[in-house]
């Protein structure tokens, strides 16, 4: 006696089966999850195409001077709504004595970390999680030590510049001497001792040609904001004409900087905020114009792809944010978006965007889903593969499809 149910399944494998390769039942039932994968594949891509997907533009790294931490904070995909926001975690904790300037190098998934009290500049290599969360393992890169530096930027090329308050001096390090050469002295690019436009210089900024920095002391004399070209910025860059221009001479004393949509933004020590066009010309010393007069210590800022500006205010213990470029005289709306208590310097790190992380889940189940077969063909490790792609740095979806659509045909022609 046999049961019925056993007697018909039995009968559906065995249809149209071939000695030593799978049967019918199984080939029509790996080309339809194969089909399916497929046509979730191409509704998802029409959707990023059309930008009905929302992604999340990235994360945000919080420095609290006084806890001796680095936090993060991952940005939602509608950044103006602060109920879309979650609490900052921590992510460096330790060896860290008065943590202040922030700096991504988004190239080479580099933090940079401004510690006066330490005397140094160091680096954390960021890698993520399963979870996509960002992490800083081990022991921090020593990339400069022995100066006083509480600001710190990055360029494209991996190049970091950092400012040395009580040297007076802006200085770099190379983007081939970040590893490994801690006690190599850095390179001098403006010294206070030969020019009087470096004046116990504060925030760092850099753009492809340019280094911008604050000064805190006589800023209404010398210059509050400065911009000093990267070709002439030598020890005697003083003797070059043009090599150091002002761009705002309205406080005496200025904390950090960041530059969004063609505009320095920058803060000054009480409760206000300022933005001035950075190809200012070199003739001309223009007027900043007051962004807010609201804040209560506003400290560093940053902007993500899109010109959006992030603000640390450590006196409110909160992070703020508006859209840059926008003309202050129409009105810029400052949104508090969260709270961090004692926040100081802050920065941006992009990140591949959401649809990468969705195809990557969708080809660990389809590939979860095809392993399930008694075939004795194999399918190619989709699930593997695929979240290797989902967590690569790639700021686009596109490539990642074509490449899970190849793998899906090299499936089927194994069937």
């Known amino acids: 006696f046999k049961p019925e149910s056993v007697e018909r399944s039995r009968s559906r494998e065995s249809l149209g089966a071939t000695a030593g390769g799978p049967s019918s039942f199984h080939v029509m039932r790996r080309m339809r999850l194969l089909l399916e994968l497929l046509s979730t594949l191409l509704v998802s891509a029409a959707a990023i195409k059309s930008g009905a997907v929302k992604e999340s533009p990235g994360f945000l790294f919080i420095s609290a001077p006084h806890f001796s931490q680095v936090s993060w904070l991952k940005i939602p995909a509608d950044p103006e709504d602060p109920a879309q926001y979650g609490t900052p975690r921590p992510l460096v904790s330790s060896n860290l004595a ?50 006083e530096s509480r600001w710190v930027s990055v360029n494209s090329t991996g190049d970091v510049f950092f400012s040395d308050e009580p040297a007076n001096m802006i200085l770099k390090v190379p983007a081939e001497d970040v590893v490994g050469k801690p006690d190599e002295a850095p390179e001098v690019l403006f010294n206070g001792g030969d020019m009087p436009e470096v004046s116990e210089p504060g925030g760092v900024a850099v753009d492809s040609s340019n280094v911008y920095w604050t000064n805190k002391a006589f800023g209404n004399l010398v210059g509050a904001v400065m911009r000093g070209s990267k070709k002439t910025g030598s020890k005697d860059a003083s003797d070059v004409p043009g090599a150091v221009s002002v761009l705002a001479k309205n406080t005496e004393k200025s904390y950090g900087l960041c530059i969004a949509k063609g505009k320095i933004y920058f803060t000054d020590s009480d409760k206000r905020l300022f933005s001035v066009s950075k190809e200012s010309a070199p003739s001309q010393i223009p007027e900043p114009e007051e962004v807010s007069s609201a804040l209560t210590n506003p400290r560093g800022c940053t902007a993500d792809k899109e010109g959006r500006v992030f603000l640390a205010d450590r006196g409110a213990g909160a992070v703020y944010s508006f859209v840059g470029g926008s003309p202050a005289a129409k009105g810029v709306k400052l949104t508090k978006v969260f709270s961090h208590e004692d926040a100081f310097g802050i920065a941006f790190m992009a990140k591949a965007p959401e649809s990468e992380s969705m195809f990557s889940d969708m080809a660990v189940k389809g590939s979860s889903a095809l392993a399930g077969s008694s075939s004795t063909k194999r399918i190619p490790p989709l699930g593997s593969i695929g979240s290797i792609w989902g967590r690569s740095s790639s700021p686009r979806a596109m490539p990642y499809l074509l490449s899970v659509s190849v793998l899906l045909a090299a499936a089927a022609l194994q069937l």
């Open 98 to 147: 008065h943590p202040q300037g922030l700096a991504f190098d988004q190239e080479r998934q580099r933090l940079f970390i401004a510690d006066p009290d330490a005397k140094r500049i160091m680096m954390y290599q960021i890698t993520f999680n399963r979870d996509g969360e960002p992490e800083a393992k081990g022991r921090p890169f020593i990339v400069c030590q022995g100066i």
